[in-house]
Every structure is written in structure tokens, then in C-alpha cells.
């Protein structure tokens, strides 16, 4: 099991930037491709990023493209999310979490292990 601690989140402005973190510990952090995930009030989860195991191949959901980037860095065990232009419409509890694969699927059901979460909200 990988333990996932979310960090970086907090109150922004429209248009502003946060850059979110992920810290992992447990077993071996480089086995899985790594996810980013965000819940809105009152709305269902959405895949917003995600990153495969050692290559940096690279997915996102349409509506972040060109103003979200998700990385990580093996060595220290994190992954991030750097987030640009943020839009009210970003407003969420964002959750990064570690796939069963080491490919960067955008299925929720394809990662077994979750962060507690850490809430970003965009002001207009």
C-alpha cells in the first residue's frame, strides 16, 4: 500500500496559480503511474492528470489542457500539479492517487491507493 499526503491547496484568485504536492511513502513509489483526481460540491469525481510510472507520458482531462501540468519527481517520492490560470470552474477538493498500472489511465477504478485530499478554490 502507497500513503498518499496532498499538500499546496488553498485560496486563489481567477487567473492565479497553485502548484499542489503529493508526498508517497510505503512501497515502492516509482511502481505505479500516479493520478490526480477533483470533486466539486455536489458533483461526481473527474480525472483531472496523471503520469505513467518512469517515461513522463502524460494525460489530462480537455478542460485543463494548456494550463495544467502534472509531474513527479522519484526521487523525493511527490508528484505535483502545477496549475495556471485558474478558473472559478477548478473550485475542488483535489486527490492524487496511485494507479494498479504503470500507464496513466483516466479511470478512477484503476488506482487503489487515495490521498485525504486538499481543497482548491478560485475566486472571481
Known amino acids: 500500500q502507497v500513503q498518499l499526503v496532498e499538500s499546496g491547496g488553498g485560496l486563489v484568485q481567477a487567473g492565479g496559480s497553485l502548484r499542489l504536492s503529493c508526498a508517497a511513502s510505503g512501497r515502492t513509489f516509482s511502481r505505479n503511474a500516479m493520478g490526480w483526481f477533483r470533486q466539486a460540491p455536489g458533483k461526481e469525481r473527474e480525472f483531472v492528470a496523471a503520469i505513467s510510472r518512469t517515461d513522463n507520458i502524460t494525460r489530462y482531462t480537455d478542460s485543463v489542457k494548456g494550463r495544467f501540468t502534472v509531474s513527479r519527481d522519484n526521487a523525493k517520492n511527490t508528484v505535483y500539479l502545477q496549475m495556471n490560470n485558474l478558473k472559478e470552474e477548478d473550485t475542488a477538493v483535489y486527490s492524487c492517487?496511485?494507479?494498479?498500472?504503470?500507464?496513466?489511465?483516466?479511470?478512477?477504478?484503476?488506482?487503489?491507493?487515495w490521498g485525504q485530499g486538499t481543497q482548491v478554490t478560485v475566486s472571481s
Open positions: 492517487a496511485a494507479a494498479v498500472t504503470n500507464f496513466p489511465t483516466t479511470e478512477w477504478y484503476a488506482y487503489k491507493d
